[in-house]
């Protein structure tokens, strides 16, 4: 991941998406629903790693890994079931 968003900070990219959302009128509350949902992440650990120096690749390397292991145990489930 050699662009230059993947090198930036997740905090930084986070907050610019929330100052976004809320110059549109909608609440910030959306904008971590949303990436919950997208990424798998709960709402309480995407606030917590905004402390983090975690850059925003390795945010979505991390979201990767965690919807490939829920699809596994979906698909496990779903075997055995």
Request: glycine share 4%; charged share 20%.
């Amino acid at each position: 991941m050699s662009h230059r968003l993947y090198q930036m900070s997740f905090a930084s990219v986070f907050q610019a998406l929330i100052k976004k959302i809320e110059r549109k009128g909608h609440d910030s509350k959306r904008v971590y629903a949303i990436t919950s949902w997208l990424t798998g992440y709960s709402i309480e650990t995407i606030k917590n790693l905004e402390q983090t120096d975690l850059t925003y690749g390795q945010f979505l390397l991390k979201a990767l890994k965690i919807l490939l292991c829920k699809k596994s145990v979906a698909w496990i489930s779903w075997l055995i079931g």
